[in-house]
């Protein structure tokens, strides 16, 4: 049973000018006020807020009487915006949370005096916990204690919270990842057992705490969501890696277990981050086993980029994410040797702009297997590195931007419009990635003449892509 605890503890922290006029305005008027929630959890950690939320005791027409400017943000929920200059604060009254029918959201809420009550409701012991500098910490239900043992504790009974809004269920492993905290057994059961109820929950919602764990310094608690059943859920696919070994020299950890361990080598950054969470996605189903027991996985990155971009689109991710992801994917088993003309090919293919996160895609996907030919693969990512800086420096053509020609150049030069007219161009540009030196448009247009096709009128043979 978890202890429960009245008045203060002794602890104090600062409270923002618009934060604390906002609470004596309201003590003032003979209304109890608390600044709660995440900001107090935060301050208490040592954290910098990003919200600061009140609670108190007057009701939402009792604030608006007080406060020159409020926002109608949530009345029925006793919620009100009071404005300070640009910043808004939400000041909610304490209340009871009527019965929870969609898994999510109450059915109504009922105001009450009690800051008990309201803080009864609430997921976490940390987040439940209020604060004024008159009347201190007021944590009846041992959330401090709970952060001083990095320990993440439903308030009363977690069953019942759980089913009261199906999210905590994820968000349990999300403040996990984020500040390094353990889930209490009784907390964990209980996911466990409702893991199913995150069914109920919309996309949007899950791929928002999905972010937060990628993006957390502790990505790789990935496996917790595993361990509770919740990946079941909203990312199936994971938990096929999980169960699938890689029965080659290059790896030591199963498909799933070489994905947590890559989240743990790649920065934070939401295109890595996710990148590395589906970039060997598809290898389950391209598993194949030689006549030695070897397995190897052709076209997984193909593939992956395909299931990739289905899986972040059942979770309402944005175009730009996906389009990133996807490329990244696609080429993330691209492995050019670390010579100019072979690096600025690379280049053309995956992108300017791309090709700095495919070198840390890369890197972290070595990091992550077994110690086979390590070092060497290390030595060619840092080879390929070096060439592409040299690119850049020396301002080397790598693409149809920085050609010298174009498609106008090219008909004033007498090369009949069309089709073809973007194969000419692609020609040339394959010219110029082999020897950047040719890029003038003196040469382009001498080359031009070479052209299959050019002048007789025939057909060109040539396709689109650089060879």
Request: aromatic fraction near 6%; proline fraction near 5%.
């Amino acid at each position: 049973m978890q202890q429960e605890k009245n008045g203060t503890s002794g602890v104090s922290f600062p409270i923002p000018e618009g934060a604390r006029h906002i609470l004596d305005v309201l003590g003032g008027a003979g209304y109890e006020a608390f600044v709660v929630g995440g900001c107090v959890r935060d301050s208490l950690m040592g954290r910098v807020p990003h919200d600061w939320d009140i609670t108190t005791s007057a009701r939402p027409e009792q604030v608006k009487a007080l406060f020159r400017r409020t926002v109608d943000t949530g009345l029925a929920h006793g919620t009100v915006t009071v404005m300070d200059g640009k910043e808004g604060y939400e000041v909610t009254t304490y209340r009871v949370d009527g019965k929870y029918e969609d898994g999510r959201h109450p059915s109504g809420v009922t105001f009450t005096a009690s800051l008990r009550e309201d803080l009864l409701r609430r997921d976490f012991t940390m987040n439940a916990m209020a604060y004024n500098q008159e009347k201190g910490l007021q944590d009846p239900f041992g959330g401090l204690s709970d952060i001083q043992n990095k320990t993440i504790r439903c308030v009363g009974d977690p069953v019942q919270r759980f089913s009261e809004d199906a999210l905590r269920l994820l968000r349990a492993v999300r403040f996990s990842a984020q500040l390094g905290f353990d889930i209490e057994e009784r907390t964990r059961e209980a996911i466990k057992q409702l893991s199913p109820s995150l069914s109920r929950i919309s996309a949007e919602r899950i791929a928002s705490e999905l972010e937060k764990i990628l993006l957390s310094p502790h990505p790789e608690d990935m496996q917790k969501a595993w361990e509770l059943g919740l990946t079941k859920v909203f990312l199936p696919e994971f938990d096929v890696c999980m169960a699938t070994p890689q029965n080659t020299p290059y790896h030591c950890y199963s498909v799933g277990g070489h994905i947590l361990q890559t989240l743990r080598y790649i920065r934070c950054d939401k295109v890595l981050r996710f990148t590395m969470l589906l970039h060997d996605i598809a290898k389950p189903e391209c598993r194949i086993t030689d006549e030695r027991g070897i397995d190897h996985f052709y076209t997984h990155d193909i593939k992956g980029a395909e299931k990739a971009q289905e899986i972040l689109r059942r979770l309402k991710m944005d175009n730009e994410t996906i389009n990133q992801v996807t490329a990244l994917i696609r080429w993330h088993d691209y492995r050019p040797l670390p010579q100019m003309a072979a690096v600025r090919k690379a280049v053309n293919r995956i992108g300017e702009e791309l090709f700095p996160l495919y070198l840390e895609v890369q890197r972290a996907d070595c990091l992550a297997q077994s110690d086979y030919i390590r070092r060497e693969t290390l030595d060619r990512i840092a080879g390929v590195e070096k060439c592409f800086h040299a690119i850049q420096e020396e301002g080397q053509c790598v693409s149809l931007k920085t050609l010298a020609v174009s498609g106008k150049d090219l008909i004033a030069a007498g090369f009949p419009p069309g089709k073809e007219l973007g194969a000419a161009l692609e020609y040339l540009l394959s010219k110029v990635i082999e020897e950047p030196s040719k890029n003038s448009r003196e040469q382009l247009l001498e080359l031009l003449k070479e052209l299959p096709g050019n002048k007789s009128g025939q057909k060109s043979p040539l396709s689109g892509e650089i060879a």
